[in-house]
């Protein structure tokens, strides 16, 4: 069984700290997909990143960055000089490469909640 | 708009009553899934479909629960005699290749 495990449930920072989001998972799986997905209090949640298993390469994107340690399971976000408009629930998400009868369902950690106070 | 579009935004239903749910996905996306997000929890998987087929229902989808995706294109999820248990949001996602974008969801909310 897939498990992921966001351990902090509520971070706050003020705006221009830089705040890293901790994903730890569970998988027998040799080969998988890891995500990110940001959720505004609009609901919808927004597509961050997806990595393969395969590539362990740490990734940066303007103020984003994610460091995959395949050794830990761990694949943690970080947000460099934080923004208000950076408040939102993150989740941490977890899918089989491919499998014809479940399409690479995700399995969701229970989010962490950022608040980024001007 | 291109993104996954999902209908109604927000359904206010007293208990016992039938309610459908509607998701349009990016179009050339095949594959369709139904999650479910309760407060302060991540999404659950429900239910996905390949094409028009429904190839996998996880065990939340009670028997009360029906989804359909007729010619492959939009989605329905129908759930009827509603509890106050089923309050939540119901987020559609489609996907062509690994990972999902979803819609905005439905929040249903069972008076």
């Known amino acids: 069984a897939q498990k992921v495990t966001q351990a902090q449930t509520e971070i706050s920072v003020v705006e221009k700290e830089d705040v890293t989001l901790d994903c730890v998972y569970e998988t027998r799986d040799t080969t998988y997909y890891l995500f990110w997905y940001k959720q505004p209090p609009s609901g919808e949640l927004v597509f961050l990143i997806r990595r393969n298993s395969f590539d362990e390469q740490n990734e940066i994107s303007g103020r984003y960055s994610w460091n995959f340690q395949k050794s830990t399971s761990s694949f943690n976000f970080t947000i460099t000089a934080s923004q208000v408009v950076d408040s939102a629930v993150y989740f941490c998400?977890?899918?089989?490469?491919?499998?014809?009868?479940?399409?690479?369902?995700?399995?969701f950690g229970e989010g962490t909640q950022l608040t980024v106070n001007p | 708009d291109t993104g996954v579009s999902q209908d109604p935004r927000h359904k206010i239903t007293k208990r016992g009553q039938n309610v459908t749910f509607r998701c349009d996905p990016i179009?050339?996306?095949?594959?369709l899934y139904w999650y479910r997000q309760t407060l302060g929890q991540g999404p659950e998987f429900l239910t996905y479909?390949?094409?028009?087929?429904?190839?996998?229902k996880s065990r939340l989808l009670s028997d009360r629960f029906s989804a359909e995706r007729p010619k492959g294109s939009f989605s329905t999820l129908e759930i009827q005699r509603t509890e106050q248990g089923d309050s939540a949001m119901y987020l559609c996602a489609s996907s062509f290749q690994g990972g999902a974008f979803f819609g905005q969801g439905t929040r249903l909310t069972v008076v």
């Open positions: 179009s050339e996306h095949n594959r």
């Open positions: 479909f390949q094409n028009e087929a429904q190839l996998e």
């Open positions: 998400a977890l899918s089989e490469v491919w499998v014809e009868t479940s399409g690479s369902r995700l399995t």
